[in-house]
């Protein structure tokens, strides 16, 4: 089976767009949070997200403007009580079985706290923290928020892979990303592209 992976859109609408056109090919998509920006809110970007049915979970922009005491947008006139609740109802984490594999999303890392604001950042060069990840049980442990995508295979098969992010870049070339996981095969194909 075929998975496609996004995380980061931090409300770029036309990052997504294209994320989701170079992942047709996939027969679910998965995203790993920070669907919004901290003080830009995008009704665009959660109605894709419902109408495409992908499985999202909440990250730290995203929890900031649900939990930070007084933000403006939970306020704010522009922003649509339904999408705030929609965005409110998404978990923290998710564990589901697809493919026949199982597996388990976080935006950051598996320990961060929950309806907290922040996210552990964790990378693939340091080793203790992706040994601390793989003891999380589950084939394939999906994370976010470094911008950055990666993919580590384990002993026993365990794959932790980051889509990097279809929205902000934080590569040298600009340019955004997504992934393929083939759950058959355990490929991992990173899409590379610009808005």
């Given at each position: 089976?075929?998975?496609?992976?996004?995380?980061?859109?931090?409300?770029?609408?036309?990052?997504?767009?294209?994320?989701?056109?170079?992942?047709?090919?996939?027969?679910?998509?998965?995203?790993?949070?920070?669907?919004?920006?901290?003080?830009?809110?995008?009704?665009?970007?959660?109605?894709?997200?419902?109408?495409?049915?992908?499985?999202?979970?909440?990250g730290n922009h995203d929890?900031?403007?649900?939990?930070?005491?007084?933000?403006?947008?939970?306020?704010?006139?522009?922003?649509?009580?339904?999408?705030?609740?929609?965005?409110?109802?998404?978990?923290?984490?998710?564990?589901?079985?697809?493919?026949?594999?199982?597996?388990?999303?976080?935006?950051?890392?598996?320990?961060?706290?929950?309806?907290?604001?922040?996210?552990?950042?964790?990378?693939?060069?340091?080793?203790?923290?992706?040994?601390?990840?793989?003891?999380?049980?589950?084939?394939?442990?999906?994370?976010?928020?470094?911008?950055?995508?990666?993919?580590?295979?384990?002993?026993?098969?365990?794959?932790?892979?980051?889509?990097?992010?279809?929205?902000?870049?934080?590569?040298?070339?600009?340019?955004?990303?997504?992934?393929?996981?083939?759950?058959?095969?355990?490929?991992?194909?990173?899409?590379?592209?610009?808005?």
């Open positions: 089976m075929k998975i496609g992976l996004i995380s980061d859109i931090h409300s770029n609408v036309r990052g997504l767009e294209r994320a989701l056109a170079l992942l047709e090919d996939c027969e679910e998509v998965l995203c790993a949070g920070d669907l919004l920006c901290l003080y830009r809110f995008s009704s665009e970007v959660l109605s894709l997200l419902r109408d495409h049915q992908v499985h999202a979970i909440v929890k900031t403007i649900l939990y930070a005491p007084e933000h403006p947008l939970r306020s704010s006139p522009s922003v649509n009580s339904a999408d705030l609740q929609y965005l409110s109802n998404l978990p923290e984490s998710l564990s589901l079985s697809l493919g026949g594999a199982r597996i388990a999303m976080f935006h950051g890392s598996p320990w961060d706290e929950e309806q907290g604001t922040a996210s552990y950042y964790v990378y693939p060069s340091v080793s203790k923290d992706i040994l601390r990840v793989r003891s999380y049980e589950s084939d394939i442990i999906v994370l976010g928020h470094t911008h950055q995508s990666f993919c580590e295979w384990g002993r026993g098969g365990t794959i932790v892979v980051n889509p990097g992010s279809c929205g902000e870049s934080r590569d040298p070339s600009g340019l955004l990303t997504c992934a393929m996981l083939d759950t058959d095969s355990g490929r991992v194909e990173f899409r590379r592209f610009s808005v």
